[in-house]
């Protein structure tokens, strides 16, 4: 009796039937693939929705939570009134405010505990107005405060989370009891694709925020695909891709060999499977990885730069040096193409260095010793190049502090806080929105975390109405508003 054979998948069978056949079909399913990631304008997704402003986005995170109220919100009633109760002051009614109930997870003035700290906390730093503008900056941003007519000043955020969820949220817009989304860089990788294709368009520079914060979600991209997650880089030449180191030894046409390999054995998985999107961001992520093992390092190599350069950004001293480094690659990397640099500072394995419960005066004067002058770099040397009207500079931090004391420090103040944009189009020298005379609540043209996204994305020519992917229907907070009033 003859045994019957098994029955074949006709997919299987189909990419059995011959390797030369499948051999040609593999070779025009990667030119395909190349074709699409080299010229994102055939592709109708990859088209600009308007006529962007901006090209490229440079996006600066302080992690743990910056005092608005010691930074670029100064609020001297804190001064008058230090040591009162908040219910003893004339601003009494700023323990309880219709929007916080009405928008709100949470109800009262309080840190992750439900602690209220209603005992009034003066201001830790002087201020002075700065610039032609005169806008009110802390002592503590000295360079910055120096740059200020270039900045639009947004005094009037809020959040929802009262605790470090709040990082992720201000990567993603949503409350990390919502779940996982995908984050504001991956939406304009998705959207607007390369602008050089030996370059990961969308760069994490510094330490990521931690596990107990959002992790990696903060420069995921969840259901758009792996292939639009940030890539981790080091601003170190000898190393700045930890993942796809070159051995020395192995000559150039050999390790050519093992990524032709690698890469052929993928495919043949994606014939198998052709509807994985993680095979076909595998794929691509060989080629590119070996694209970038000349291109990235290239970039980190500052000894190209001028020594008068490298002292703008703070090169000659240790506690500038770091941050000053990875704002100068960010700037060499948006002038080679890249379309989204996020850049971390303050990442320490929990609720970042920034988280000030306790000490803030010296906590906060060392943290912004570090960053000031690197920032103030970066829009000079963007603008001496020619490059600060196309790329967008922004500033963030989940949440601000609150005006009460914690010992002597402030807690978590997701009610009111303060952020700031520059370069792509944005107006310079102004500050939109406000919070109260104690910096508590924003009160006037209040604006989410996502309307911060929606101003970078309508700037790069984006409307994330029409980003949407099919079955995954968005809120309209999670879209958020353009802020029109600080655009040029």
């Given at each position: 009796?003859?045994?019957?054979?098994?029955?074949?998948?006709?997919?299987?069978?189909?990419a059995?039937?011959?390797m030369?056949?499948?051999?040609?079909?593999?070779?025009?399913?990667?030119?395909?693939?190349?074709a699409?990631?080299?010229?994102?304008?055939?592709r109708?997704?990859r088209?600009?929705?308007?006529?962007?402003r901006?090209k490229?986005?440079?996006?600066?995170?302080?992690?743990?939570g910056?005092?608005?109220?010691?930074?670029?919100d100064p609020?001297?009633?804190?001064?008058?009134?230090?040591?009162?109760?908040?219910?003893?002051?004339?601003?009494?009614d700023?323990l309880?405010?219709?929007?916080?109930?009405e928008?709100?997870?949470?109800?009262?003035?309080?840190?992750?505990n439900?602690?209220?700290?209603?005992?009034?906390?003066?201001l830790?730093?002087g201020?002075?107005?700065?610039?032609?503008?005169?806008?009110?900056?802390s002592?503590?941003?000295?360079?910055?405060g120096?740059?200020?007519?270039?900045?639009?000043?947004?005094r009037?955020?809020?959040?929802?989370?009262n605790?470090?969820?709040?990082?992720?949220?201000?990567?993603?817009?949503r409350?990390?009891?919502?779940?996982?989304?995908?984050?504001?860089?991956?939406?304009v990788?998705?959207?607007?694709?390369?602008l050089?294709?030996?370059?990961?368009?969308?760069?994490?520079?510094?330490?990521?925020?931690?596990?107990c914060?959002?992790?990696?979600?903060?420069?995921?991209?969840?259901?758009?695909?792996?292939?639009?997650?940030?890539?981790?880089?080091?601003?170190?030449?000898?190393?700045?891709?930890?993942?796809?180191v070159?051995?020395?030894e192995?000559?150039l046409?050999?390790?050519?060999a093992?990524?032709?390999?690698?890469?052929?054995?993928?495919?043949?998985?994606?014939?198998?499977?052709?509807d994985?999107?993680?095979?076909?961001?595998?794929?691509?992520?060989?080629?590119?990885?070996?694209?970038?093992?000349?291109?990235?390092?290239?970039?980190?190599?500052?000894?190209?730069?001028t020594?008068?350069?490298?002292?703008?950004?703070?090169?000659?001293?240790?506690e500038?040096?770091?941050?000053?480094?990875?704002?100068?690659?960010?700037?060499?990397?948006?002038?080679?193409?890249?379309?989204?640099?996020?850049?971390?500072?303050?990442?320490?394995?929990?609720?970042?260095?920034?988280?000030?419960?306790s000490d803030?005066?010296?906590?906060?004067?060392?943290?912004?010793?570090?960053?000031?002058?690197p920032?103030a770099?970066?829009?000079?040397?963007?603008?001496?190049?020619?490059l600060?009207?196309?790329?967008?500079?922004?500033?963030?931090?989940?949440?601000?502090?609150?005006?009460?004391?914690?010992?002597?420090?402030?807690?978590?103040?997701?009610f009111?806080?303060?952020?700031?944009?520059?370069g792509?189009?944005?107006?310079?020298?102004i500050?939109?929105?406000?919070?109260?005379?104690?910096?508590f609540?924003?009160?006037?043209?209040?604006?989410?975390?996502?309307?911060?996204?929606?101003?970078?994305?309508?700037q790069?020519?984006?409307?994330?109405?029409?980003?949407?992917?099919?079955?995954?229907?968005?809120?309209?907070?999670?879209?958020?508003?353009?802020?029109?009033?600080i655009?040029?």
């Open positions: 009796m003859v045994k019957q054979a098994p029955r074949l998948p006709r997919r299987t069978f189909l059995d039937l011959g030369g056949f499948t051999g040609l079909a593999l070779g025009a399913i990667w030119q395909a693939e190349r699409r990631a080299a010229t994102p304008a055939a109708d997704d088209l600009p929705h308007r006529t962007p901006a490229s986005v440079i996006w600066l995170f302080m992690t743990g910056v005092s608005h109220l010691e930074s670029f609020k001297p009633v804190l001064n008058e009134f230090a040591g009162k109760e908040i219910g003893e002051t004339p601003y009494r700023c309880d405010s219709p929007f916080v109930r928008n709100l997870r949470i109800v009262v003035p309080n840190d992750a439900g602690h209220i700290r209603s005992k009034l906390f003066p830790q730093v201020y002075r107005r700065r610039g032609e503008s005169g806008l009110e900056v002592d503590w941003w000295p360079h910055v120096g740059v200020v007519d270039k900045l639009a000043i947004v009037s955020m809020w959040t929802t989370d605790n470090h969820g709040a990082q992720l949220q201000f990567h993603t817009g409350h990390n009891l919502d779940g996982v989304f995908p984050s504001i860089g991956s939406w990788h998705y959207g607007l694709g390369s050089n294709e030996n370059l990961p368009q969308f760069v994490v520079l510094g330490e990521p925020i931690a596990d914060c959002g992790g990696s979600a903060g420069h995921g991209s969840n259901y758009l695909g792996p292939e639009h997650a940030g890539v981790r880089l080091r601003v170190d030449p000898k190393a700045p891709l930890p993942f796809a070159s051995p020395q192995l000559p046409a050999e390790q050519r093992k990524e032709d390999l690698l890469r052929g054995l993928d495919q043949l998985a994606a014939v198998e499977y052709p994985d999107p993680a095979i076909a961001a595998r794929i691509r992520a060989y080629e590119l990885a070996f694209r970038m093992q000349t291109a990235v390092p290239d970039l980190m190599h500052f000894d190209k730069e020594q008068e350069t490298q002292r703008l950004y703070g090169f000659d001293h240790p500038t040096r770091p941050f000053g480094q990875m704002c100068l690659a960010a700037r060499r990397m948006v002038e080679a193409g890249v379309r989204f640099v996020q850049i971390f500072h303050g990442s320490n394995g929990g609720a970042g260095a920034w988280d000030a419960h803030l005066k010296n906590n906060h004067e060392k943290l912004c010793r570090q960053v000031d002058q920032i770099a970066l829009l000079i040397d963007l603008e001496r190049r020619g600060l009207d196309e790329t967008l500079v922004v500033w963030g931090t989940e949440f601000g502090r609150t005006p009460g004391a914690q010992g002597n420090g402030r807690d978590h103040h997701p009111g806080f303060s952020v700031w944009l520059a792509g189009g944005i107006r310079g020298g500050a939109h929105g406000a919070t109260d005379p104690l910096g609540h924003a009160v006037e043209h209040r604006h989410y975390v996502t309307d911060v996204h929606a101003t970078v994305l309508h790069l020519g984006l409307d994330s109405r029409q980003l949407e992917v099919p079955g995954r229907k968005r809120l309209d907070i999670e879209h958020g508003q353009v802020i029109h009033e655009l040029a």
